[in-house]
């Protein structure tokens, strides 16, 4: 038998207004992240120029150097949390996506089988609880329908 081949999601952005949410509070600590680092350095340069330089000069250093590290910070640190938050959260986004899709066609009547989502993905649990409330529905719907006939005959 061949090894199965594995599913790569193509589409990284499944549930973009939760996913976008995640990936806004990476960006935000990355923010964060580079104004604490950017003090910190702030910090360390006074008191470098401050010994060195006359303070006009110094001062105009100082904030030189801390601008040129805050915006370099940021041109790193931004597109790495976007690009992880994104990778991260569509292993979330996806399993939600695909109970929506699989509870709207249960709904419909045009699902066949039990949920399934990708083996890597978060939420085995939920996938599992889904099938196992829907088992249960199933199996009260189908005891109805034969007492109705029951009754019926």
Known sequence: MPPLKKKFRRKKLIKPALQLKIVFAFVLTAGVAA????LMLWRATIETLATS????????SITGIVVDNLLLTC???????????????SRIAGPVYRFEQYLRQVTEGTATGPCKIREDDELQELCDWINLALESVRGQSEG??????????
């Open 35 to 38: 104004t604490v680092q950017a």
């Open 75 to 89: 041109l790193v640190l931004i597109p790495f949390f976007l690009f992880v938050g994104i990778i991260v959260t």
């Open 144 to 153: 109805a329908a034969v007492t109705d006939k029951t009754d019926a005959a």
């Open 53 to 60: 330089q006359t303070t006009e000069r110094a001062q105009v």
